[in-house]
Every structure is written in C-alpha cells, then in structure tokens.
T-cell receptor
Framework: AQSVAQPEDQVNVAEGNPLTVKCTYS??????LFWYVQYPNRGLQFLLK??????LVKGSYGFEAEFNKSQTSFHLKKPSALVSDSALYFC????????????FGSGTRLSIRP | ETGVTQSPTHLIKTRGQQVTLRCSSQ?????VSWYQQALGQGPQFIFQ???????GRGNFPPRFSGLQFPNYSSELNVNALELDDSALYLC?????????????FGQGTRLTVV
C-alpha cells in the first residue's frame, strides 16, 4: 500500500535562512512524487514533481526537492525563506501501478518569522 | 490560479440531506479527481473519472457517487449526509488519468453538515 509521512507538524524558520520540510514515502515500484502548497481557505497549488532522472528537482517560487531512493525520502528545500512562504505544505505520491490515486501526507505548517 | 473552478464555495446542509458539488476542469484536461480534506488533515482520495467512467476509488462508502460529463466537468454527490462529512471537498483535473502528470486543484467547496 502507498503511504506518505511528514514527520513534522510545524517547521519554524527565520526569514533569509534555509528551510527543509521532510517527507518519506512507501510505495511498490517506482514512485511519482509531488509537493503542493495550500494557503488559508484555498485549494492546493502544485510546486514540483519527481518522475525520473536528476534527483534534485526545481519547482515554483524557488523551491526544490531532493529525491533519495535509498532513504525513500523527498524533502522540500529552499535556500532562503521568505515570510510569504508561510503556508501548509503537502507531500504526495502516486504509484506507477495505481494510475488514478494520489496519496497525500498529513501536511507540515511552515512558519517564517521576519 | 488554475483553470479549475468549483461551486458552490460554501454550503451548509442538515444531517440526512443530499448534496451535489460541481467542478469544471481546466481546458484540455480529460480527467477529474475528487478529494475530501477534513480539518487538520491531508486530502483523501474519493474517486477519479476519466472519459466519463469511474477510474479508481478510495475508501469511501457508496453514498459518495459522481459523474463526468462530455465536456469533462464533474459532479460529486453525497447522500444521507453525516456530521463527519463536514470537510473541504477538492476537485483536481489532469490531462491523463495517471502516471507522471500533476493534478491541478480548484479552490474547494467547504461543506458543513449540522
């Protein structure tokens, strides 16, 4: 069965510092991995995806994520945080064999202090 | 903003009633998925429609049903509403039923069951 774990409910970072939001996954076969962001009272916005190839994936708003197959992780990173990055972040996985279903983690609230 | 629109944005229903939520997919997308996001949780996959046929279903009872129309718009119907059905319902469209394509989400419908 597919699953996604986001071990931190909240991450607090000072503006200008690097940030990391952690994600680990479990899936049979090759995974398709995604990060989404959700602002208050809004739907989810796509940030980036890993399908195959380079383990470092670059996405929107300066975010990037590193795929690590041996650790089954897909951590979201940004070199320099902005206050406007404060939001709820979701990691998600789709198994190659399960065409329709995307499984989401429970979310991590990112808070950037000025 | 994505091209996915949902209506209504907010809805209050009484336990036992029935509700219909609507979603217009992004231009060029033929696949619609529905998710339920309870407060403080990640989205849970309800089902997906591809070319007007159900193409995968999550762990939801049969009183959750759906439709997809020839223009690829979709409806989610919930019968015999229960208090636990109170949630944000998200519609996502994509250009293919699975694989490496990301899904684009609407802003959601906030359903409150009293």
């Amino acid at each position: 069965a597919q699953s996604v774990a986001q071990p931190e409910d909240q991450v607090n970072v000072a503006e200008g510092n690097p940030l990391t939001v952690k994600c680990t996954y479990s899936v049979s076969g090759n995974p398709y991995l995604f990060w989404y962001v959700q602002y208050p009272n809004r739907g989810l916005q796509f940030l980036l995806k890993y399908i195959t190839g380079d383990n470092l994936v670059k996405g929107s708003y300066g975010f990037e994520a590193e795929f690590n197959k041996s650790q089954t992780s897909f951590h979201l990173k940004k070199p320099s945080a902005l206050v406007s990055d404060s939001a709820l972040y979701f990691c998600a996985v789709r198994a190659y064999s399960s065409a329709s279903k995307i499984i989401f983690g429970s979310g991590t609230r990112l808070s950037i202090r000025p | 903003e994505t091209g996915v629109t949902q209506s209504p944005t907010h809805l209050i229903k009484t336990r036992g009633q029935q509700v219909t939520l609507r979603c217009s997919s992004q231009s060029g997308h033929n696949t619609v998925s529905w998710y339920q996001q309870a407060l403080g949780q990640g989205p849970q996959f309800i089902f997906q429609y591809y070319r007007e046929e159900e193409n995968g279903r999550g762990n939801f009872p049969p009183r959750f049903s759906g439709l997809q129309f020839p223009n690829y718009s979709s409806e989610l119907n919930v019968n015999a509403l229960e208090l636990d059905d109170s949630a944000l319902y998200l519609c996502a469209s994509s250009s293919y039923r699975g694989g490496n394509t990301e899904a684009f989400f609407g802003q959601g419908t906030r359903l409150t069951v009293v």
